[in-house]
């Protein structure tokens, strides 16, 4: 069974650019969750979505967004980019369901410049 | 808000030393917890999860943790470590049966030779 496969894996963009990463879950899981992964901050959560939905969202700015297509694949996109924004963007991915746990791909790097 | 909180940065071991590494949670009702490594250059990975049931809960590679409720408490154990644990690892915390985790900003481990 193939795991979470997230593209690019790499990527260096220039400030004020936009990106957009790609998440293909799991096949038969419908849940979507990012996380960005900072050295300072560890791991936050951006959102997930279920089902082609937004089920939630973490405290991250609108420049942030995200999508789920109907085959579960997910984007996320980040306009105007800052320095900030370098980190390593996590997708996980999901059963519905008691004890279910979530299963991470490799991540992208970006580093913004 | 929901915290996760991870008493130690960074452990540094002997080969065959025993570990236990502390995991807090700040949420009160029922909570489904999990550890998961990062290997160097590798993706995060499960280790073990705990959502009902006994409160000692065995993973792989010989790790256990213990769900002490009064405590909020989830720590990690390995009775003796070798140098492939070296990693960092992380707890995390996700409400009721499903959505987001949330992680503690981890506990890097190294293992000496």
């Known amino acids: 069974k193939a795991g979470v496969t997230q593209t690019p894996r790499y990527l260096i963009k220039t400030r004020g650019q936009q990106v957009t990463l790609s998440c293909s879950p799991i096949?038969?899981?419908?849940?979507v969750s990012w996380y960005q992964q900072t050295p300072g901050q560890g791991l936050q959560f951006l959102f997930e979505y279920f089902s082609e939905t937004q089920r939630n969202k973490g405290n991250f700015p609108g420049r942030f967004s995200g999508r789920q297509f109907s085959n579960s694949r997910s984007e996320m996109n980040v306009s105007t980019l800052e320095l900030g924004d370098s980190a390593l963007y996590l997708c996980?991915?999901?059963?519905?369901?008691?004890?279910?746990?979530?299963?991470f791909g490799q991540g992208t790097r970006l580093t913004v410049v | 808000a929901q915290s996760v909180s991870q008493h130690n940065h960074h452990v540094i071991l002997s080969e065959a030393a025993s570990l236990e590494l502390g995991c807090n949670y700040s949420?009160?009702?029922?909570?489904?917890l999990f550890w998961y490594v990062q290997y160097p250059g590798q993706h995060l990975q499960l280790l073990l999860k705990y959502f009902s049931g006994d409160p000692l809960v065995k993973g792989i590679k010989g790790f256990e943790a213990e769900f002490i409720k009064s405590k909020f408490s989830f720590n990690l154990r390995k009775p003796s470590v070798q140098w492939s644990d070296t990693a960092e690892y992380f707890c995390a915390v996700r409400r009721g049966s499903q959505g987001n985790l949330i992680f503690g900003k981890g506990t890097k481990l190294s293992v000496k030779p």
């Open positions: 949420y009160g009702g029922t909570v489904n």
């Open positions: 096949s038969g899981h419908r849940s």
């Open positions: 996980a991915s999901s059963l519905e369901g008691r004890g279910t746990e979530a299963f």
